[in-house]
């Protein structure tokens, strides 16, 4: 699964905001391109990036939305088993883009010198997008296949050389921070040649063309990830210094510091085939409580009068006008009576569930200000550590606001925008000042910062500072009684990779901590 190698027909608008008017169902194209290949990879990444119903009803739902309380959820048995169509939605499509990253290397080494040199820029920017979902991906389940992964068109077809073996989590991440910091640096210093100015800037659907953003994404990549494996034994020391090197040198290492410069994958145009697919079925659905806030972010968010709140969730019609969110401590039974009871607060729909224009967010201003503050705060500078900090939650807060603005729900009024008095209220509210424990405090704000939107990188950055932390009830019957630490892989491995799978089989557990954390 996922090997099918996927083509794109000729795109010839210059704007994302054109993208489909001329976009056409790749399965259905006879040839490819480096240019069409470079966009037919963030095409089949994008149920991964962009909400869809897959992604956040079939893998984040009973998965990591249950494990850190992104949602309020019925408790039943066997909750904390991680089933396998969780990871194996995720995983096939991951694959499906790796496929098409791996067609984009062999038509690109297919390439003249000249023509390399011309196109070097997309070759750069295609790695860039294919590491950050990586990472996600080892993330969540440790080693995968990675090297090998892929290659079905370059082996001619041949099946029976094409069963991937599996990559150590360590040394994929080891390959991903080398190549990001060559990256980081060549994009620093490469010129686009005109004549292939307009084709990057046509089918680059993630930043217009736009070097600078490349640069901010490339460098906010590498801090998120040399963060991530910062306190690992094997990346300790190289984490330090690079860190250091590109916070304190942001004049060649720029990073994405206000939304205005953010990651994401836009949604212009909800007839073509980037769009988020059936996300109101994934809150909606009659019967499966899918959409209800949970009682810790609930709590949280009316305690410092967050303006998000009324962004994020509405109120139950019969709350007497009050934020509630779901407990999770209470028996089935009682909070089957509240999901019909009516008091319970949702995620608001205007906002999300009925919102078809949800960007999908890759790194936003409020991550990287969060991993600045973590950074200062742990070297003394309070004052910096601050100023960081409160700009995460003031572009937090004004990315929600705007992503609410566009949305085209007409049965749901939207939100009111924020006074800038209520935000500065609340940024009064969170007080660093009065903080006994500053990392706590910035793992609480990145929590409800990352929220539903990000929600892979939302657990690895609970898992990597061991906080805010979560109680989930269990059965004695049940088989696993503790939240997972990890996905496990799917069973379609063990099934179809059987001999590579049977080389990781000991580390196929929920149990089993990924290297990075440590905590």
Not at 2 to 11: F, H
Not at 301 to 313: E, K, S
Not at 315 to 332: C, M, N, P, R
Request: proline fraction near 4%; include cysteine.
């Amino acid at each position: 699964m996922g090997l099918t190698i996927a083509t794109l027909s000729t795109i010839i608008s210059c704007k994302k905001s054109s993208f489909g008017e001329y976009y056409n169902d790749p399965s259905k194209a006879a040839q490819t391109s480096i240019e069409k290949q470079f966009t037919g990879m963030i095409y089949d990444f994008r149920a991964l990036i962009i909400p869809t119903y897959g992604n956040y009803f079939i893998t984040l739902r009973p998965t990591i939305n249950l494990y850190i309380q992104n949602l309020g959820s019925i408790n039943q048995a066997n909750q904390l088993v991680p089933g396998s169509a969780a990871i194996e939605e995720r995983w096939n499509k991951y694959y499906a883009g790796l496929a098409q990253y791996k067609e984009f290397l062999r038509l690109f080494e297919s390439q003249t010198e000249n023509e390399k040199t011309e196109k070097r820029v997309m070759l750069l920017a295609a790695k860039v997008i294919f590491y950050d979902q990586t990472q996600q991906m080892v993330d969540l389940v440790g080693d995968i296949p990675w090297t090998q992964a892929g290659l079905l068109n370059t082996n001619n077809g041949d099946y029976t050389i094409s069963y991937p073996k599996y990559d150590k989590a360590t040394d994929i991440y080891t390959t991903m921070l080398d190549e990001l910091k060559s990256i980081s640096a060549e994009l620093y210093e490469i010129k686009i040649p005109a004549t292939f100015t307009g084709a990057f800037r046509t089918q680059d659907l993630i930043n217009n063309g736009d070097m600078e953003l490349w640069k901010k994404y490339c460098n906010s990549l590498r801090l998120r990830m040399l963060t991530r494996v910062s306190t690992s034994s094997q990346f300790a020391a190289r984490a330090q210094t690079e860190i250091a090197s590109i916070i304190e040198a942001q004049d060649t290492n720029p990073l994405i510091l206000t939304n205005a410069d953010n990651a994401q994958l836009d949604i212009f145009n909800i007839n073509s085939d980037i769009k988020s697919e059936d996300i109101k079925g994934a809150f909606e659905t009659d019967g499966w409580y899918a959409n209800f806030g949970s009682k810790p972010m609930i709590d949280a968010m009316v305690a410092t009068t967050d303006p998000r709140l009324p962004i994020l969730f509405e109120k139950g019609e019969k709350s007497a006008g009050k934020y509630i969110g779901l407990d999770q401590s209470l028996g089935e039974n009682e909070q089957s009576n509240l999901a019909r009871g009516g008091t319970l607060s949702f995620y608001n729909r205007h906002t999300l569930s009925r919102n078809k224009y949800l960007p999908g967010i890759l790194i936003s201003a409020s991550q990287v200000n969060f991993l600045l503050a973590e950074y200062y705060n742990k070297k003394g500078n309070d004052a910096e550590a601050k100023k960081a900090f409160e700009n995460g939650l003031r572009e937090s807060v004004n990315l929600y606001y705007d992503i609410s603005t566009k949305s085209d729900e007409q049965l749901v009024a939207g939100p009111s925008k924020p006074t800038a008095t209520s935000i500065e209220n609340f940024v009064k509210a969170v007080n660093w000042d009065g903080a006994s424990s500053k990392i706590q405090l910035i793992a609480t704000q990145k929590w409800l910062h990352f929220n539903l939107f990000q929600a892979v990188e939302n657990w690895s950055e609970q898992r990597r500072l061991d906080y805010p932390k979560f109680t989930i009830p269990t059965l004695n019957s049940d088989r696993q009684r503790t939240i997972p630490f990890k996905l496990t892989l799917p069973q379609t491995e063990a099934t179809y990779n059987t001999a590579n799978y049977n080389e990781v089989k000991d580390q196929d557990s929920p149990n089993i901590k990924l290297f990075w954390d440590v905590n």
